[in-house]
């Protein structure tokens, strides 16, 4: 049996077996074509072939012959001596770079890479199985869940430094809402984004976002405050939040949040350019830029309708002050001298009504966006400074934890439990050598 036969497909089989069928008069010429899904004529010019060179004949005639586009055994031999000596430990993109620009030979990278495994050269890095991710509908009213992300990226140039751009998007439509650039990702970029977006359209429903220590607490510290209360404090964005009433929703991964990854990867591919274009180079400058033209620009080529026409945006209430929620917050406990001191800073409180004072009373300091501090005490205002000169951006005071009662009583108690263990220890070891004087001993104990 020759080399040729042993490679016959089942198909094949079945077609010689046809045609023989027809040689042999036991099948008609067009019911044969009609099996084979070929026309009569065709049928015709196999009848011929295998007449003329037997079963042979029905085979394609490039069988056993070399591909045109076959590479040369010297050249395969030449890149195996490379893979193995000067570029080893390049991967098969990077070495079919190098091989075309240093040593002058064109191959593709599905070529290299099928030369490397069939030598044996396993791949630099090995890619696991990719994870299923099932697709998620988007929402069916405009304000029903946003999504919110910060990317760091060289947004003026490579020659400029990274800058972050914090941007904000509508799941149902797609569109393009608010953005900030800032020097980095922090608290008051996003607090900043989310007074923006609820005095512009409103209160969305939910919001999606990623699980960033901005966002939520992600220690294990419980201080004895927050085990009465059987939750941790949130963080400054997570008390806004919770203050409107906006569900939170935490991506468990980069996919799940895709939708504003994709926005990222199409702003990183359009918005440097138009950037670079109109010569700007600030973050004032480009988040004027991005919220202006450029974002009804977008917005009118990408943004799509939403599934229903009704949007699901709740008006804020007007008792409702924005800039009190959409701030940092910290308690504090006023001292003798009617002053907060918090972070550094001295919050005199005047006088109440009637010359009356606040000394130990618990009060809500407000550090607003624009560098103003309040003092609220149930609700009433009891002091507003002005707006600094220079605006610095704020960041979240790291205070002491307050040393409550029931924590002193525990240090006491295990101090006691401590000298009880002494007492225990000298007793032993004073009824063991049957020493005198142990009134003494007892007395300098306590």
């Known amino acids: 049996m020759s080399e040729w036969e042993l490679r016959v497909s089942q198909r094949e089989i079945h077609r010689m077996h046809v045609v023989r069928l027809t040689i042999e008069g036991r099948e008609t010429v067009g019911r044969a074509a009609r099996l084979l899904g070929i026309s009569p004529r065709q049928m015709k010019r196999l009848r011929r072939k295998m007449k003329e060179r037997g079963v042979e004949g029905l085979l394609h005639g490039n069988r056993g012959k070399a591909a045109w586009n076959k590479t040369a055994s010297e050249e395969i031999a030449k890149v195996l001596g490379l893979a193995r000596g000067r570029y080893q430990g390049l991967n098969d993109t990077h070495l079919s770079e190098k091989l075309k620009e240093k040593e002058k030979i064109t191959l593709s990278r599905a070529t290299v890479r099928t030369v490397l495994r069939q030598a044996g050269i396993a791949a630099v890095r090995k890619r696991g199985v990719k994870r299923h991710y099932k697709r998620r509908e988007r929402k069916a009213q405009e304000g029903a869940l946003l999504l919110w992300d910060g990317s760091p990226h060289h947004w003026f140039g490579d020659q400029q430094g990274q800058c972050n751009l914090t941007a904000v998007i509508d799941d149902a439509t797609g569109a393009l809402l608010y953005g900030v650039f800032s020097v980095e990702e922090d608290a008051q970029i996003y607090l900043m984004c989310l007074r923006h977006i609820v005095l512009e359209k409103g209160i969305p429903l939910a919001l999606y976002m990623d699980r960033h220590g901005i966002f939520r607490r992600n220690d294990d510290h419980w201080s004895l405050q927050e085990q009465l209360a059987g939750e941790q404090t949130p963080t400054q964005v997570g008390q806004a939040l919770r203050a409107l009433g906006i569900e939170p929703i935490f991506a468990l991964s980069p996919q799940a949040k895709g939708r504003v990854e994709r926005l990222f990867n199409t702003l990183q591919d359009r918005l440097v350019q138009e950037l670079r274009l109109a010569g700007i180079s600030t973050a004032n400058e480009a ?160």
């Not at 620009?297 to 007007?318: G, I, T, V």
């Not at 220890?425 to 049957?434: E, F, N, V, Y």
């Open 287 to 446: 988040t004027a830029c991005l919220n202006g033209p450029f974002k009804a620009d977008f917005n009118a080529r990408f943004s799509k309708p939403a599934r229903e026409s009704q949007a699901a945006w709740r008006p804020l209430p007007r008792a409702l002050d924005i800039d009190r929620i959409c701030s940092f917050r910290y308690d504090a406990t006023v001292g003798n001298d009617n002053a907060v001191r918090l972070g550094g800073m001295i919050l005199d409180i005047p006088a109440g009504p009637r010359h009356r004072g606040y000394a130990k009373a618990r009060v809500e300091v407000r550090h607003l966006l624009d560098g103003r501090w309040r003092v609220y005490s149930k609700n009433q205002l009891l002091l507003e400074t002005m707006p600094p000169v220079v605006q610095a951006p704020l960041r979240t005071l790291r205070r002491r934890q307050r040393r409550s009662k029931i924590g002193k009583n525990r240090k006491m108690k295990k101090a006691i439990t401590r000298n009880d263990r002494i007492k225990s220890r000298l007793t032993h070891d004073l009824g063991a050598t049957h020493t005198q004087g142990t009134p003494e001993i007892w007395a300098n104990v306590e």
